[in-house]
């Protein structure tokens, strides 16, 4: 077995998740990129946009190394969650290429510095605001990942495309008929483990 790259292996499973968020824009409508699928709102292309400002937080400012990206959503009396979602005027190209910029801050900030580097992260509590490098691009690719996983629901929500990419769907093999067999098995087992609670 040979020796990995720490820093070859963290960005490896950033950028998957960075990837694999984008792939779930793909082919979608204005409108369906922007489409709250929750009680809370949760969105594809928010989700992108939030990302975006997570990277240049934990992996630009918190090592003294700020992007220059404006963060409306973090001045003063801005609106909560404006991170979240996409005005009518900020265009999918616009939050993709904020996110693609941010992408190249953060790659930066992981090159030029040590995984053992501390930085202060501003917005935790004094005193309890230190990390590692290691342990910011763990905590961003985690979080990237965990939004994905929420894209992948939205997506499939949307129009039915699953997967992590385009060649690579992870599912299980089976036709449409096999899916609405198998989601119906699981409903009968839901409802039937209910009655048995009762």
Do not use: C
């Amino acid at each position: 077995m040979t020796a990995s790259d720490p820093k070859a292996d963290l960005r490896f499973y950033l950028q998957s998740a960075r990837d694999a968020l984008l792939w779930k824009l793909e082919g979608l409508s204005e409108y369906d990129v922007r489409r709250p699928l929750t009680p809370t709102g949760t969105n594809l292309l928010g989700l992108v946009k939030h990302a975006a400002g997570v990277e240049l937080g934990y992996l630009g400012d918190t090592f003294g190394r700020p992007s220059g990206e404006a963060l409306p959503w973090l001045e003063e009396g801005a609106e909560p969650n404006g991170d979240m979602w996409a005005t009518a005027d900020e265009s999918r190209k616009q939050i993709v290429a904020f996110y693609r910029r941010a992408w190249a801050h953060s790659d930066a900030t992981i090159d030029a510095l040590a995984l053992e580097t501390t930085g202060r992260v501003p917005w935790w509590p004094s005193g309890k605001d230190e990390v590692t490098l290691h342990h910011a691009v763990v905590r961003v690719t985690a979080d990237t990942h965990r939004h994905a996983g929420h894209a992948d629901i939205i997506r499939e929500l949307l129009d039915g495309t699953v997967g992590m990419n385009d060649g690579n769907d992870a599912m299980a093999p089976g036709d449409s008929a096999w899916w609405e067999d198998y989601r119906g098995r699981l409903e009968h087992a839901a409802r039937e483990a209910s009655d048995r609670d009762t």
